[in-house]
């Protein structure tokens, strides 16, 4: 990894307006999709995103590739703020920054053929040279993802679901993108196939250099591909540590509460685990609770945590915790999180 980020995220905000009535509407609140996340994604790095479903991990996604507009907030990537600017000068950045959706079937269009579906970033953005560089290119990029060329004349109801995320996959690396967004890419697939296009994506960051913003919420798989994972709670990120330190030794309690879910194959261990069940339900993000998001349900709660919100601040060893039990490890001063 490099000293600068490649992605920094600073204090990013997604709201969605909540409104009364049918002719004169009226803003009566707003649901907090996103609401004051921070993270660095550095060149090479896979970071893992996970957390509850509704937490706001896709929104967070879809806003750092302005397919939603931040509230508030600050994106930048490869040292430029790419926050305010219009769709026409997000255009060519579109070719750094790519996209892996959860659907492997329905993130293609069924009426195109894959030579063609693979081959689209290179016509929009004017890279084909001639038919022959085209036709040269996407059968290159379909053999890079396991596939063999001669699949590209087929549709994509013609293939499975882990061969469909393939080509997905090919699609994606069109443009040679320095950063490609992996939203639940692999939850729609059988675990054996999970397995295969985890490895997939491993290897052509080893051979590629690409940086992996990793949404799941399947901890086992954001293990195996993770350098760091932060976890979100409720728009907000409580925790960032490298994957090993975050597995071993957590230090959110809604951290370990995630990491208590995780069954254990063997059951004897699992008959004699000790789970620690969270009380009462995830609040509103229209109306999320005061103080640290998470006390309503913490069963570690102190009576500051209910007014109080926990900044996510630095930790020896490189990572952060936004909760109050651990303020005795710090010295007042939010740091950047370091890898």
Avoid: W
């Amino acid at each position: 990894m490099t000293a600068e980020p490649l992605l920094q995220v600073e204090d990013l905000r997604v709201h969605f307006p909540v409104t009364e009535g049918v002719v004169f509407k009226r803003h009566v609140g707003s649901v907090k999709a996103v609401d004051g996340v921070s993270f660095d994604l550095y060149p090479g790095e896979t970071l893992g995103l996970v957390g509850e479903s509704g937490c706001g991990k896709s929104t967070t996604a879809l806003a750092l590739l302005r397919m939603l507009e931040p509230t508030s907030g600050r994106i930048l990537f490869d040292g430029r703020d790419i926050t305010s600017l219009s769709q026409r000068e997000m255009r060519p950045l579109r070719r750094e920054i790519q996209m892996v959706y959860q659907d492997p079937f329905g993130s293609l269009n069924p009426r195109m053929k894959v030579r063609d579906i693979v081959g689209e970033p290179l016509v929009v953005h004017g890279l084909a040279k001639d038919r022959k560089a085209y036709r040269m290119r996407v059968a290159e990029l379909i053999e890079r993802v396991g596939l063999l060329p001669d699949m590209a004349e087929r549709y994509p109801h013609e293939f499975s679901g882990g061969q469909r995320q393939r080509i997905g996959i090919a699609r994606a690396l069109a443009l040679e993108p320095k950063l490609i967004i992996c939203d639940e890419a692999v939850s729609a697939l059988d675990v054996s196939i999970q397995a295969q296009i985890v490895n997939l994506f491993k290897d052509l960051q080893d051979e590629l250099g690409i940086a992996y913003l990793f949404i799941a919420h399947d901890l086992s798989v954001v293990r195996h591909i993770s350098d760091r994972v932060a976890v979100m709670y409720l728009g907000r990120i409580v925790e960032v540590a490298a994957h090993d330190q975050l597995f071993s030794n957590p230090r959110h309690p809604y951290t370990e509460a995630l990491l208590e879910a995780v069954p254990v194959p063997d059951p004897v261990l699992e008959s004699q685990r000790d789970h620690q069940l969270l009380r009462g339900e995830v609040p509103s993000v229209t109306e999320p609770p005061s103080g640290c998001r998470f006390h309503p349900r913490c069963p570690k709660v102190l009576e500051r945590c209910s007014n109080d919100l926990p900044l996510l601040e630095g930790e020896p060893g490189g990572r952060a915790v936004a909760c109050h039990l651990h303020d005795h490890l710090h010295d007042g001063v939010t740091d950047r999180l370091q890898p």
